[in-house]
């Protein structure tokens, strides 16, 4: 290895010490990889372009496990799924003592949600609408994934979506852009810290370039079909806020947009993500998209996918092996241009003296950093907070929560109860499953003591077998209250997940009735887990709270146990829309008025944009979510009722805390656009703030408003202002009346 390496320092390659990123390092590097490129051959440098995957754990098609041959021969640049100290050294051996120049190789994996110390689900921990929660979670991530030699994460994924159905709906952080937004940022702050060439720094990947989270019918995978200018307004923003935070990496979508797939779709490559947003970072495919441009009906045979991804912009070829085979064959036809593998290769190998490797390509892989970092007790203890805060109550009837520690007997029922799998979700990196995890049972039993608690299981989540019911409906009568743990499996979302039938799965909603029935004059809370909105119209009516946790992590069961008995005060709210039924999907809250939207007046009357069936109103809305105490909104001022188009107004209201417990407020700001060139959404979020009250205490938030933020893509595609009314409210949820208003003025 130290031949190698002083080969390299020899050549020039070598960074001495660690330094901030800079513009002038920006040059330095440049130099420096040009003068490696000098040295390599085209083969070679094709060879930075391919990434296969460890064997270890494959997340796709198996396409062959011909690793340490495709390293030794120079033919591979990066490599998926490869983690620990042991393996990423052997690895990055070969690569860096038996290969001609010795590049080091460059390991990614799927961190989403934590690494070993896991999280809440993405969707849960926007719920937080914790921007510093977001960020922290995401740094843990870093801190623990780089100590077992990983250099990149294909994290975070920034896909705004609307869609229940679809199984990946958990990954993101929900239904709005602006959130979506902020979060995006955090991410990437998080993961990438403020010098990458820090050892706990990794890459950050926004994923999925675009609009992979508006699939027909939610059905992962399937075809787009979108105006550009939705594209722009809604999809496109969370990647553009990812590029203004510097996020080194993007990943293309599987879908196709408009006719053309993400992987080959040079308008949101070239036009979009590099001349217009200035992104120098390298682009990976998602998982054989190469391939997959063949079935799409856009490349007639893989070679010809390898061109069309080359020329889209592509630079790493993840799983397809497209690259490795033909890219060297197209360039010796004459097929395609040799300065576009150039240009991949420079991005690629940029990126890897970026991280230092040049530097040092084992800088990430010590076994002391490895044994020491994962799940340290501080990760822990912001895991558990963390987990509280993106848990949303979505109803307390009665003040059913929270629960007394004294309560004699309390029933725990469902197939969640004891659970230490599922309850750290899907993309759970390498979360354990088995023991590491803290599960509702135990967060309880830190509250209660055993004569306290009854538990049955009742049932499974999927299985049709009821006759676990008789014990479950017997340990219901014989407690005071019940708090019956239900909701999906963990496989149920996330990729390749999605459900047509947004029920809690299984026989667990007869459960809940039946327990009811038993019961009638009983307090009953729902505890739920799940990856994605739920219908909930029957549970509402059966039971007096629902606490929504999603798949809380591995801390979560000690979270749950905390809101439940009020040591927390919960205060997450929804960044997706819960429908009152599939029917009514997509349902979301900044959607178009129509021609014929309902009158309030009378919300039944005919030939008009409604249901027959239903309301149009959803179950649980965006933003919507309780706590223990009250919050009294009031005193709403605006500094002026006219906004120029380079002058600024303040929208300010007095929160006040009027209940009996200290907690934690999420305040938003929304607004409507009037008339447009191009018709506007009723309601659109355009700030927030998240404040903490203690009992009795007032506060005044403020907000500035600037023409910037009330700009769209107009139908020339210009991103602008138009002067005009505007609606504003400061509320608790995206379910008000808007009360003010103001005028934009030229
Ligand atoms: C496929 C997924 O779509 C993507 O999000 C993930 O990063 C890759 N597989 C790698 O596991």
Redesign the pocket.
């Known amino acids: 290895m130290m031949n190698k390496i002083s080969e390299i320092v020899k050549h020039g390659l070598l960074l001495i010490g660690s330094l901030t990123f800079s513009s002038t390092m920006a040059q330095n590097y440049e130099a420096k990889v040009d003068s490696l490129m000098k040295r390599m051959t085209l083969q070679e440098k094709i060879g930075q372009t391919v990434m296969y995957s460890g064997s270890w754990d494959q997340?796709?098609p198996i396409v062959g496990s011909n690793n340490g041959k495709y390293i030794r021969e120079g033919n591979m640049g990066g490599m998926?799924?490869a983690f620990t100290v042991r393996g990423t050294h052997d690895l990055q051996k070969i690569a860096v003592e038996e290969t001609r120049l010795g590049i080091p190789l460059l390991f990614g994996y799927?961190v989403i949600h934590g690494h070993r110390t896991i999280f809440p689900i993405n969707l849960g921990l926007s719920a937080s609408w914790d921007l510093k929660m977001v960020e922290e979670s995401a740094r843990i991530a870093a801190e623990e994934a780089s100590a077992e030699g990983i250099h990149w994460t294909?994290a975070p994924?920034v896909d705004v979506s609307r869609e229940p159905r679809w199984g990946r709906i958990s990954e993101g952080a929900g239904e709005d852009v602006y959130l979506g937004s902020q979060i995006a940022k955090a991410y990437v702050k998080g993961f990438q810290g403020d010098d990458l060439s820090k050892p706990n720094t990794i890459l950050a990947c926004a994923?999925?370039f675009a609009a992979y989270g508006a699939p027909q019918a939610g059905r992962d995978y399937h075809t787009v079909n979108m105006g550009e200018g939705e594209l722009r307004d809604v999809y496109l923003p969370p990647f553009k806020a990812a590029v203004e935070a510097g996020v080194e990496t993007f990943?293309t979508a599987?879908n196709e947009i408009n006719g053309v797939p993400a992987t080959a779709n040079k308008f949101i490559f070239k036009d979009i993500l590099r001349k217009e947003w200035g992104f120098n970072g390298f682009v990976v495919t998602?998982?054989t998209a190469i391939n997959e441009l063949v079935p799409h009906g856009f490349a007639k045979d893989e070679k010809h996918a390898a061109q069309l991804a080359l020329e889209a912009g592509v630079d790493m070829d993840?799983m397809s092996g497209a690259n490795r085979l033909y890219l060297e064959e197209l360039v010796k036809e004459n097929k395609i241009d040799e300065g576009l593998i150039n240009q991949a290769c420079k991005r690629i190998l940029l990126a890897k003296f970026k991280l230092g490797l040049f530097d040092d390509p084992y800088r990430y892989i010590d076994e002391e950093r490895e044994k020491t970092t994962k799940y340290k007790p501080d990760f822990l203890d912001k895991a558990r907070a963390i987990a509280a805060a993106s848990s949303v109550m979505l109803q307390n009837n009665n003040h059913a929560l929270p629960i007394s520690k004294n309560t004699k007997k309390i029933a725990f029922i469902g197939p969640l109860v004891k659970d230490e799998y599922d309850i750290i979700g899907n993309w759970a990196a390498k979360g354990d499953r088995n023991g590491k995890a803290v599960s509702v049972f135990e967060g309880i039993s830190e509250y209660l003591t055993s004569n306290q608690i009854l538990y049955a299981k009742g049932c499974e989540i999927l299985k049709e077998d009821n006759s676990g019911f008789k014990e479950a409906i017997n340990v219901s009568k014989a407690a005071n209250e019940i708090v019956l743990v239900m909701g999906e499996g963990h496989h149920m979302s996330g990729?390749a997940a999605s459900r047509t039938n947004l029920k809690i799965p299984g026989i667990q909603p007869e459960l809940i009735k039946q327990i009811r029935q038993a019961n009638p004059n009983k307090k009953i809370t729902l505890v739920l887990m799940n990856g994605r909105p739920l219908n909930l119209s029957e549970e509402v009516g059966l039971v007096d709270a629902i606490l929504e946790v999603w798949f809380p992590g591995t801390m979560g069961g000690a979270a749950v146990a905390d809101l439940l008995f009020g040591e927390v005060n919960p205060s997450g709210k929804l960044t997706v829309t819960f429908p009152r039924n599939v029917g009514q999907v997509p349902i979301y809250y900044n959607m178009k008025n129509t021609g014929r939207p309902i009158p309030e007046s009378n919300p039944k009357e005919d030939y008009k944009s409604n249901y027959i069936d239903v309301s149009n109103s959803p179950l649980f809305p965006f933003g919507h979510g309780l706590s223990y105490t009250n919050f009294n909104y009031s005193d709403f001022k605006l500094s002026s009722d006219t906004l120029t188009f380079s002058g600024e107004i303040e929208a300010s209201v007095t929160i006040t805390n009027t209940g009996k417990m200290d907690g934690h407020e999420i305040v938003q700001l929304y607004l409507h656009d009037k008339v447009g060139s191009v018709t506007r959404p009723v309601k659109e979020l355009k700030g927030f703030q998240k404040i903490f009250l203690k009992q009795g205490e007032s506060k005044t938030v403020r907000f500035t408003i600037t023409a910037q933020d009330l700009k769209f893509y107009n139908n020339q595609m210009l991103f602008d202002v138009e002067p005009g009314e505007f609606e504003i409210v400061i509320a608790p949820s995206s379910n008000f009346k808007f009360q003010h208003k103001f005028n934009l003025v030229d």
């Open positions: 997340t796709g998926l799924n799927d294909f994924m994923k999925h990943m599987f998602d998982y993840m990729e």
